[in-house]
């Protein structure tokens, strides 16, 4: 992905003192060389030109590395947190944070060594990093459809600017069995933007099409009483597995989630600790 165009970082857009954290961060993570890449809306300014206000910065590490990241950070003054031990910890400096994500929220998206392949190197803040990859983050946004947040339109923004760079046999890998998920977002990029339907490979959407006619065709699944819908929301869908007695996706083989990870990521829904 080295050879995509890459905007200019968000200076304009972060305060001072917070860009002062967040510069302080990614340079120490950088002199001491450990692997990381920036994502969120730095890596969305970058790979689209959308600019946006943004109240942290993302970095992807992997889980093996978060301990020798949470020194780094400590030695500096800096808090560290394990907030979310399936997905997510974060750096506290004063007020500002930095979330340092290992996984997705859902369980499904762990970051590995392919992650860290082929990324993109610009500057970000005046420091010089490398950027998730588009089809890492594009990933990352397929699964998150909650009420508050729906990353449809990032991902519809990011196949507008990148559809002919993406690397398209990598990314229905990286969907793997959840490539239904991945034809929905294709589907609706040609309701979005019908004069570019063409953009998006015909051999993609041959291929997902044909996968979607042999399922159909298929007898029902051996396990009918499964809801997947806790893989895009954690709130929406739990009416179906506290009052309907359906099996939570998290707690499938499709995630890497406990039955810990489920409990404590669903008493952080804002409702719920409204309610509590």
Known sequence: MSALPVATSLEEEVAPHTAGFYR???RTLADAG????????FAHACFTGIRRSTKDLDLFIRREDFDRVAALMRERGWRTEMTYPHWLAKVYGGEDFIDLIFNSGNGVTP???LWFHDNTETLVLGVPV?????????????????????????????????AELLDWPGLLQRFGPNWRVLLAHLTLFGYIYPG??????????DELANRLLQEVR??????????AGTLLSREQYL????QLGYVDGRLTPASTMTPGDVALWTDAIPARQADA
């Open 24 to 26: 302080a961060a990614l």
């Open 34 to 41: 450990v692997p990381f890449l920036v994502g969120g809306a």
């Open 111 to 113: 970051v590995d060594d």
């Open 130 to 162: 490398r950027i998730a990859n588009i089809e890492d983050g594009l990933l990352s946004k397929a699964f998150i459809m909650e009420r508050e947040r729906y990353d449809g339109a990032d991902i519809a923004h990011l196949l507008q600017v990148n």
């Open 196 to 205: 570019e339907r063409h953009r998006i490979p015909a051999w993609v959407m």
């Open 218 to 227: 298929q007898p029902p699944a051996a396990d009918p009483h499964v809801c």
């Open 239 to 242: 009416h179906d597995v506290e």
